[in-house]
Nanobody
């Protein structure tokens, strides 16, 4: 059974930093794109950042220059380094991965359970 387990969320003051981690566990063949999404109360889930298997990255404009996404393919892990945090970054952050379970199977999206990030002013 494939699981995505996030860690690293918490409460931080504005201007502070947090580092989120997400580990993919279970028997899999490959992972393509990995990403982080967030959902604030009363708002839709939005893409924060994503990274391809080769390291190509994309960020939502609001986090460019402050957040950095990276991955360790050997550990099936994706990270999100968040610096200069703002109160508007407060949300539940979800890990997402595009996973191929077997060499003959197609890919599908998997999600973590989410981790709360709260930034106080």
């Amino acid at each position: 059974q494939v699981q995505l387990v996030e860690s690293g969320g918490g409460l931080v003051q504005a201007g502070g930093s947090l580092r989120l981690s997400c580990v993919v566990s279970g028997s899999i063949f490959s992972i393509d794109v990995m990403g982080w999404y967030r959902q604030a109360p009363g708002k839709q889930r939005e893409l924060v950042a994503r990274i391809g298997s080769g390291g190509t990255t994309n960020y939502v404009d609001s986090v460019k220059g402050r957040f950095t996404i990276s991955r360790d393919n050997a550990k099936n892990t994706v990270y999100l380094q968040m610096n200069s945090l703002k109160p508007e970054d407060t949300a539940v952050y979800f890990c997402n991965a595009d996973i191929q379970l077997r060499s003959w199977s197609g890919r599908r999206d998997y999600w973590g359970q989410g981790t709360q990030v709260t930034v106080s002013s």
